[in-house]
């Protein structure tokens, strides 16, 4: 089988891109098929032999900065509905033809602008969903630091009377009207099923009006065959992710204040780290150490000396890579009663589970998780025996065949037909 594999970054990036390059892997390398990348050019993109057919780059916040008519219209053309990306995949369809296009985070600089000319072929859509942007202009349901669901039954505009997209009417108001226009061009209906990685992120598309049958639940996978059962315990425990507002990490250092001989590293940047840091300075002094942006072997051995991890979110997380990976590792998780993160981390059985925004609750379950060694060796072995169970590859495989088989049908096609 032939499959169009989109996503805007062609690197390791985040956790869109990790999912979405382990997944090129697997239908090539595991199991035969073909698979066709569709990206946008960047000096950080792995080699690809498409690449000649992605889309030029475009910095998004560097343009809005500029200001001026221009600047705004090369935004908007890019942002919303863009004829460069329907070119750029026309060319690249012409030249390799493909059964089923694969969606994963387009918004902002590919666009669904792409599904006319998919469309227009014949061609199966199914789109994986790594945030919140179908349902808040913000992707995350977090404004002014909270949870903010206003832009709930369409009233988008109250993504520009808050300015949620990164403070800025102009940021705002682009993200505004791609969610009014996308609909009013019929591009969602386009899709033929939308893979949700959490249960919360299916029942929160059903509560805000997209048919239930259209929504397929199918967790994220990561391979634990080539990464050992780690038995290490240093004095350390760790944060991994972006340093942002809604990743609560200043609930994060405020329980670390609160706790005796322990160690915070925190792996990662973000617009907060100064901030962050100066926090940690006054409140915390010597128990943060902050290590800047890790990936590859060089994260796997941070989580690997680590006692646990912390994800404190204050934002409906979805399905943490950064839960996989210490789970692959045995290593267990404290993290906010929020979004996806209970559907990994099972109080009491793979790590321990705290009010979203208390640091005092924090503190007391950070405290607990270093006085019972013996209790959080278990639990470590528990979250690894729920990664190698629930989020293998063979079974996402076999669940996101099933996602094809169905949608291929709806358009006449059968996959047993199709050449792998």
Not at 106 to 126: D, K, Y
Not at 198 to 205: P, T, Y
Not at 274 to 280: D, F, G, I, R, S
Request: charged share 25%; with cysteine.
């Amino acid at each position: 089988m032939k499959i169009l594999m989109v996503n805007t970054f062609h690197y390791y990036r985040g956790g869109d891109c990790v999912y979405t390059l382990g997944l090129s892997y697997l239908l090539q390398q595991m199991y035969g098929h073909k698979v066709i990348n569709f990206a946008m050019k960047h000096p950080f993109n792995v080699p690809c032999e498409y690449s000649e057919f992605f889309v030029p780059e475009i910095d998004l916040p560097k343009e809005l900065a500029q200001g001026g008519l221009r600047s705004g219209i090369r935004v908007l053309t890019r942002a919303i509905y863009s004829s460069k990306s329907k070119e750029k995949l026309r060319q690249l369809l012409d030249k390799y033809p493909v059964d089923i296009a694969h969606i994963q985070n387009i918004h902002g600089h590919i666009t669904p602008s792409i599904f006319h000319t998919l469309r227009a072929r014949n061609i199966v859509i199914v789109w994986t969903l790594h945030d919140y942007f179908l349902l808040c202009p913000n992707s995350t349901f977090f404004s002014k630091d909270k949870m903010c669901e206003a832009c709930k039954g369409g009233r988008f505009y109250n993504a520009v009377f808050k300015k949620c997209r990164k403070d800025s009417y102009a940021a705002s108001i682009v993200v505004m009207l791609e969610e009014y226009i996308h609909r009013l061009l019929g591009l969602l209906s386009l899709v033929d099923f939308f893979i949700a990685p959490s249960n919360f992120l299916r029942n929160k598309m059903i509560e805000y009006h997209f048919p239930s049958d259209k929504v397929i639940h199918i967790p994220n996978f990561i391979d634990t065959k080539n990464t050992k059962l780690s038995l290490n315990n240093n004095d350390y425990i760790l944060y991994s992710g972006r340093l942002s507002y809604e990743k609560g990490l200043k609930t994060l250092i405020k329980a670390l204040s609160l706790c005796n001989s322990v160690k915070l590293l925190i792996a990662g940047e973000g617009p907060l780290k100064v901030e962050l840091e100066t926090m940690a300075k006054n409140i915390a002094p010597k128990k943060g150490e902050f290590l800047g942006y890790l990936n590859g072997e060089r994260l796997q051995k941070i989580i690997d000396g680590a006692m646990f991890i912390v994800v404190p979110s204050e934002w409906y997380e979805n399905f943490p890579y950064s839960i996989l990976e210490a789970f692959t590792l045995g290593k267990p998780v404290i993290g906010s009663e929020i979004g996806g993160i209970p559907e990994l981390v099972r109080d009491g059985e793979t790590g321990l589970l705290f009010e979203p925004g208390s640091a005092g609750d924090l503190a007391e379950k950070i405290q607990w998780m270093i006085d019972h060694p013996k209790e959080r060796q278990e639990m470590g072995r528990r979250a690894r025996e729920l990664v190698e169970k629930k989020c293998n590859p063979e079974l996402h495989y076999e669940h996101l065949m099933g996602v094809y088989r169905m949608a291929l049908r709806k358009h006449g096609k059968d996959i047993d037909r199709l050449e792998g």
